[in-house]
């Protein structure tokens, strides 16, 4: 099953006509196992990371935490430095209607307790969405989630 699913990219990837894009292959030789491992230690909070020019770090970043929010800034500062244009976009969460179990073995209701307990059952509570914009030479859009 692998190999039939492997081979269809290969298929796919040799049919479309792609040129070769010298901006990309500079950003993808700056990816390597060190902006990796620094990238997971600045989100994880083992490193003290800047935001909004202030040193900080991000122990946490449960969604309902203030954590997601400092994460959520950092990323669009990372963004900005990049010469991307980016946003923190809000979106509100009715409680009520995350009812399943979450992989950590909490209900929501048990982690907003721990997490915020200003959270109320029935007030809907803000999440955040990193929007960046790299504006290009068509309407070519490319959504990285």
């Not at 990219?9 to 006509?17: D, E, G």
């Not at 669009?76 to 992989?103: H, N, T, W």
């Not at 915020?116 to 490319?142: C, F, H, Q, R």
Request: glycine residues 6%.
């Amino acid at each position: 099953m692998i190999s039939s699913v492997y081979m269809a990219v290969v298929s796919i990837l040799f049919s479309v006509n792609i040129e070769f894009d010298q901006d990309i292959f500079v950003l993808m030789n700056r990816v390597d196992t060190d902006t990796i491992l620094q990238t997971i230690s600045d989100i994880s909070g083992e490193q003290a990371v800047t935001i909004g020019g202030v040193p900080d770090s991000i122990p946490c970043r449960y969604a309902i935490t203030e954590g997601a929010h400092k994460a959520a800034r950092w990323l669009a500062e990372q963004l900005e430095a990049e010469g991307i244009q980016a946003e923190v976009v809000g979106f509100e969460v009715d409680p009520s209607s995350i009812g399943q179990e979450l992989p950590i073995g909490t209900t929501a209701e048990e982690l907003k307790t721990v997490f915020n307990p200003s959270i109320s059952a029935t007030k809907p509570y803000t999440m955040w969405n990193v929007v960046g914009t790299l504006p290009g030479d068509d309407s070519l859009e490319v959504l990285l989630t």
